[in-house]
C-alpha cells in the first residue's frame, strides 16, 4: 500500500494519472478546486477508483453532491471513528497475497 498527498486538485489529477490508485480519500474543501468537483473529474476518466469524501463539512447539499459526483462513500470527520474507516477500506480493497 502506498500513499500520496497532493497539495491542490492540479496535483492530485497527475497523481492520479502518475500512481493510478485504488482508493482516493478526498476532502471537499481544497485549495484552487473543491473535491467534489475534482472527484467528478476522476470518476469520468476513472470510474474504477473508490473515492471516499472525508470531511468536516456534513450538508445535506454536500451529501447529495458527492453522490451526484459519484463518490463512493462519504464520511463526516467528526462522526466517523478510524477503526470504521479502516475496516471499511479493509473491506473494499482487493486483498493483497502475503509473499
Partial sequence: ?????????EEALQ?????HPNLIFMDIRLPGESG?????KIKTSHP????IILTSYDLPEYRE???RYRADYFFSKGSSKA?????LVESILPSRGHE
Fill in 15 to 19: 497523481e492520479v494519472e502518475t500512481y
Fill in 65 to 67: 453532491a458527492a453522490a
Fill in 48 to 51: 474504477d477508483i473508490l473515492i
Fill in 1 to 9: 500500500v502506498e500513499f500520496h498527498g497532493a497539495g491542490d486538485g
Fill in 36 to 40: 467534489l468537483e475534482l472527484t467528478r
Fill in 83 to 87: 477503526a470504521n474507516i479502516f475496516k
